[in-house]
Nanobody
């Protein structure tokens, strides 16, 4: 299983970025996907979730109205469109999936992509 994030970078406050997470090694279309973020010294926090079909999404309060999670099952990729970025959105953003492997739940994380929002 591999999850590879891309799309992070440096952006000014109010700007936008689109993160991508390319998945491989499992049947992507069967599983929900998640975006988390982490600031040094703090716990990783959930930003957004999407179900296997893309029909249901959930967002952290901090992301509602500004971020949009989506997926393309034909491309095995999940996206996070981030608009109206704020300095407090600065973090490493991770793609995450959990599913059963031989009856045991397994957690899979990408390597993360840095998002820095300047004021």
């Amino acid at each position: 299983v591999q999850l590879v994030e891309s799309g992070g970078g440096l952006v000014q406050s109010g700007g936008s970025l689109r993160l991508s997470c390319a998945a491989s090694g499992f049947t992507f279309s069967r599983y929900g996907m998640n975006w988390y973020r982490q600031v040094p010294g703090k716990e990783r926090e959930l930003v957004a979730q999407i179900d296997s079909t893309g029909g249901t999404t959930n967002y952290a309060d901090s992301a509602k109205g500004r971020f949009t999670i989506s997926r393309d099952n034909a491309k095995n990729t999940v996206y996070l469109q981030m608009n109206s970025l704020k300095p407090e959105d600065t973090a490493v953003y991770y793609c995450y999936a959990r599913f059963m492997v031989w009856g045991t739940p397994r957690d899979y994380w990408g390597q993360g992509t840095q998002v820095t929002v300047s004021s």
